[in-house]
């Protein structure tokens, strides 16, 4: 607890550094918080002890920190109290009533996400790269388009839902930092001013580059997901869309996760985030369906990781990524039910 008080402090000084006044609300939520602090606190603490479970990757184990959870030493696993996981799911349901209207593309990831992916794995649609027919991991494969439209080259990705092609990004002389094309906009050009910080001090021959992701559903009508910012930041999000449409997912579907990428946040961690948000909260509560006590903490330390490796202007361009801030923001509330 008292490293995440201090790593909250800690953002919140580099942020203060910069001058940002960070805002976020939510339906009958309103007020000002610095970025860090919309990640709340895990479930299970923030100290890490030796345990050597295979199950938490890295022979790390969470212990606890709160007294209505319970880390099982073996797996990792948290068991919440029954009135603290009662509690749990109906923040859940709120929650997920009150963003209905305001953040679908949130919703659709925390309800509806089914495909994972796996960096390490192979294609379960059968993605081949610019036609080559040599098999690749996704994480390769993510890779291999970060780097083509790094040297502003074109990809194309088939799988069996389809072709998806990122043109070669071109510079936009003229335009301004201030207006950002958002790729849940669907090419609708925002005057807000989203990114306009991370690039003030960029030069002008660089500042703006736009392109756009085409997916081509087999028989179906293409979807233009529209791209725009630094050439960098375009290639971030073509390697994550590169490596969601690997895994079986469409664009559409990782919508507010590609406006992240756009942002600044490394591709991989918003693969982990997206990995441990997928499916969280239950649609509807039938059953006893939960919400799983193991992946909300998983959530709220990806979430964490990101806060820990995002440079401090590109976490005061989120401050204008709604999606962002809403995700930190449930996450924060979610966690908050468990202390009843």
Request: charged share 10%; no cysteine; hydrophobic share 45%.
């Amino acid at each position: 607890m008292n490293k995440l008080v201090s790593r909250l402090r800690k953002i919140w000084f580099m942020l203060a550094l910069v001058g940002s006044s960070l805002a976020i609300a939510l339906p009958g939520q309103a007020g000002k918080a610095p970025v860090g602090l919309t990640s709340g606190i895990t479930i299970g603490g923030t100290t890490f002890v030796p345990a050597g479970s295979p199950t938490l990757g890295t022979g790390t184990q969470v212990g606890s920190n709160s007294p209505n959870a319970n880390v099982d030493p073996g797996t990792g696993q948290i068991t919440l109290t029954a009135a603290a996981q009662q509690s749990l799911n109906q923040a859940a349901l709120a929650l997920l009533q009150a963003l209905q209207n305001t953040s679908p593309g949130i919703v659709n990831i925390l309800i509806n996400l089914l495909a994972n992916i796996d960096l390490q794995g192979f294609s379960p649609v059968g993605a081949t790269f610019n036609g080559g027919g040599t098999t690749v991991t996704i994480g390769e494969l993510a890779l291999l388009a970060l780097n083509a439209l790094n040297n502003g080259e074109s990809i194309s990705i088939t799988t069996t839902l389809g072709t998806l092609t990122i043109a070669a990004p071109t510079p936009a002389p003229g335009a301004s930092l201030g207006r950002v094309v958002a790729s849940a906009n669907r090419g609708v050009v925002s005057d807000l001013p989203f990114l306009n910080l991370a690039q003030a001090n960029l030069g002008d021959d660089e500042a703006v580059w736009v392109t756009s992701a085409v997916f081509v559903p087999e028989g179906g009508t293409p979807v233009v997901t529209p791209l725009q910012g630094t050439r960098e930041q375009i290639a971030n999000a073509g390697s994550f869309l590169a490596a969601s449409f690997a895994a079986g997912l469409t664009p559409d579907q990782v919508d507010a996760f590609t406006e992240m990428a756009l942002a600044g946040i490394d591709y991989a961690d918003l693969v982990t985030l997206l990995n441990a948000t997928n499916n969280l909260l239950p649609a509807q509560e039938i059953n006893g369906s939960a919400v799983d006590a193991t992946q909300l903490e998983s959530a709220i330390q990806a979430y964490n990781r990101i806060l820990d490796n995002t440079d401090p202007d590109i976490l005061v361009a989120l401050d204008e990524s709604h999606d962002f801030m809403v995700l930190g923001r449930s996450l924060q509330q979610l966690r908050a039910s468990i202390d009843l």
